[in-house]
């Protein structure tokens, strides 16, 4: 039959129990034509053809807060009693006694200064216009309230939150501290010695800022100006700070993105501690002092324009720099043995913009394909992809207590225009894994009981292939104990191995070419094979997730049984593969772990968790582990570093994955299918 040539398939499969016929059958519906396969690819298949990037592979940061600090929150003034409200505008400074809570409600300007007793709150959701906020209390401004004086004047002691959103002409003068979760702005700011500044928020300067304190910034800083950190100040910057120019004489240590859009001084006995995946971006470096890397991995360092260093500048640690010119100095030791040149790639998150070039960034989305609707109206649900050569080989199942399925061909011949080339549909059977061999292609699944007459639905079926295409032949479907057949796989020594269903779950070997069962295993929560040479590995889920390796010459009798942890949830996909001698192995909400199957210990080499979705899938291919995470989409790590190259997110949930050659399917549920191509291998 030629690759274009649809086919018709028989209405009934026999069904045979251990290699013997039984007299029931289980009879299909309606069966795949002509009309109904072009129809299909009209329907269901989108071609899409555009390139996507890898998104960062972290979410936003959760709220931080510097060490030893407490926020304070925003007040509920609907379920505070408080001791005053103030009822008039005045300029005389008022005084909030020692554990008073006072409001200066909503339609309310007070233009005087304010003072704030020990253990004393004034609570502003209308207009504070006076300038000078003193004592050793707290002013909170709520989501509704405002500053709106020229000037802030913050003595020592007092403590300014803000929630709202507004703006101060001119400078701010800090003794006290700062803490803000919105957003607010200033000409120019004095943060004294005794100043502290927490940002959550945005805070905006037009002009310069001089720091004598600390600033602790977990949100967007930026000043139009210049940045003088004096000696004895601190910066901790975890998200973004950006500044036109930079005076060095103090202590930074950056987590996330710090940008100076002119010259960056670090002058001598200042130091610039740079944490892991955290980038510097400068235009240009005048170095006296000393740029450090402080973690296990490396920093990113963008030069645009200049360096420059004197004698007794230094450079060490894990960092990597992006300069187009060469780095050069009279001092031997101004660059550490660490220091790399362009070497380095991570990707955005929520603060920080990606570093470098991803090497695997580029993927081509070729299709989309809608989940198929069988005669009944039902939606089904991608389950399991194989591919080989010209094909692609997927298989489907009705989610839920009845059964139903679909086996599906695509052409792939041309990887721009993938086309289902030949159907075979069922009412009465689930089709839950799939894999190609040769001329042969291996299914297991489910058979409706009620119409097989077998003791339990866990089935499994080898259809002959012709041409790479389904046949014009009914197959031949074996049963299996345990409600559902889980797992098939084909290993070197030419045995099938099949994991079957939680409860009355089962390893088992049969016969590749009549279906004959050779042995058995208890096996509870069974989940998967594969196998590397002569070493196969079967998965058990539930809360006690086990990993048995077996030699191929042993039969289902383990060499070793590894501790992998919980496997949850008990009825979600859990794949594992073998690549190396190792076990990749996905533990749903767990995440993905990776265990050396010589060492029987249970201790993980690599663990992979993020934060959404569960791992259900995971495929290795020419150098790359792709990772199916539910609902947080498709995951590409590198294969000898585990680095995370980022993620591919969209509207739906990933169950599984297959790549061959570069060509990735992503089974997404009743969500259907994703097709990709890797743009640059």
């Not at 409860?503 to 070419?513: L, P």
């Not at 997730?545 to 859990?574: C, T, W």
């Not at 663990?607 to 582990?625: A, E, R, Y």
Request: charged share 15%; with cysteine.
């Amino acid at each position: 039959m030629g690759r274009n040539q649809i086919l018709a398939l028989a209405s009934s499969f026999l069904l045979l129990l251990a290699g013997c016929a039984k007299d029931n059958t289980i009879t299909t519906e309606f069966t795949a034509n002509a009309e109904k396969i072009s129809k299909e690819n009209a329907d269901r298949v989108t071609y899409v053809n555009e390139r996507i990037d890898l998104a960062g592979s972290s979410s936003l940061k959760s709220a931080e807060s510097p060490e030893d600090y407490t926020y304070t929150p925003a007040v509920d003034i609907y379920n505070t009693v408080f001791d005053k409200i103030i009822i008039q505008s005045s300029t005389a400074t008022y005084t909030v006694y020692s554990g008073q809570t006072v409001l200066l409600p909503k339609g309310l300007t007070y233009e005087g200064n304010i003072t704030v007793n020990d253990g004393g709150m004034l609570v502003v959701v209308g207009n504070l216009a006076g300038s000078t906020l003193s004592g050793t209390g707290t002013v909170v401004i709520n989501p509704t309230g405002v500053f709106s004086a020229k000037y802030l004047n913050l003595n020592s002691g007092v403590k300014l939150v803000n929630y709202g959103e507004w703006n101060a002409e001119k400078n701010a003068n800090l003794n006290g501290i700062l803490e803000n979760h919105g957003i607010i702005s200033f000409d120019a700011m004095n943060n004294n010695s005794s100043g502290h500044v927490v940002n959550t928020g945005k805070i905006t300067l037009s002009a310069d800022l001089n720091n004598n304190g600390v600033i602790d910034n977990f949100g967007t800083f930026i000043t139009d100006g210049t940045f003088n950190l004096n000696s004895g100040a601190n910066l901790n910057n975890a998200c973004h700070f950006e500044t036109a120019k930079m005076q060095s004489n103090g202590l930074t240590h950056s987590t996330g993105f710090l940008k100076v859009n002119g010259l960056l001084t670090i002058n001598g006995g200042s130091v610039l501690m740079l944490g892991s995946h955290s980038v510097t971006d400068v235009a240009n470096i005048s170095l006296n002092g000393k740029i450090s890397g402080t973690n296990d991995d490396y920093a990113g360092i963008v030069i645009r324009n200049s360096f420059q260093s004197n004698w007794g500048a230094r450079i060490t640690g894990k960092i990597d720099i992006r300069y187009d010119n060469e780095i050069t100095s009279s001092d031997p030791d101004l660059l550490g043995s660490l220091v790399s040149f362009k070497s380095v790639y991570f990707p955005a998150t929520g603060c920080v913009p990606q570093y470098g070039t991803n090497p695997v960034n580029s993927f081509t989305l070729v299709a989309n394909v809608k989940a198929p609707i069988d005669s009944r109206g039902n939606t089904l649900s991608a389950t399991s992809v194989d591919i080989q050569g010209d094909y692609a080989y997927v298989s489907y199942h009705l989610h839920g207590a009845e059964f139903g399925g679909l086996i599906e061909v695509y052409d792939i011949t041309d990887p721009s225009t993938p086309t289902i080339v030949s159907q075979y549909w069922s009412e009465n059977a689930d089709f839950n894994d799939i894999e190609v061999d040769g001329n042969k292609l291996y299914v297991t699944g489910g058979a409706n009981p009620d119409k097989t007459g077998a003791d339990t639905p866990a089935t499994f079926t080898i259809i002959d292939l012709k041409n790479g295409e389904l046949p014009n032949a009914a197959p031949t479907f074996y049963s299996l104990p345990s409600f559902s057949g889980n797992c098939v796989h084909l290993a070197e020594n030419g045995k099938l191995y099949i994991a079957t269903g939680n409860t009355g779950g089962q390893f088992i070997t049969a016969d590749a070419n009549n279906g004959s069962i050779i042995s058995k295993r208890n096996a509870l929560t069974a989940k998967y094979f594969d196998s590397e040479g002569n070493t196969i590995i079967g998965l058990q889920g539930g809360t006690v997730g086990l990993l048995s390796v077996f030699n191929e010459n042993n039969g289902l009798n383990p060499v070793r049984s590894i501790p992998v942890g919980s496997i949850i949830p008990e009825d979600g996909k859990a794949v594992a593969r073998l690549k190396n001698g190792l076990a990749y192995v996905c533990e749903g909400e767990a995440g993905l772990y990776v265990f050396d199957t010589n060492d029987a210990s249970g201790t993980p080499l690599e663990m992979f968790n993020p934060q959404s979705g569960d791992t259900n899938g995971v495929d290795i291919d020419h150098g790359l582990v792709y990772v199916a995470n539910g609902a947080g989409g498709l995951y590409v790590i590198d294969q000898n570093t585990f680095k995370v190259y980022g993620n591919y997110n969209y509207d739906g949930s990933a169950n599984f994955v297959r790549a061959v050659d570069n060509y990735i399917f992503v089974a997404n549920g009743t969500g259907g299918l994703k097709i990709l191509m890797r743009d640059n291998p």
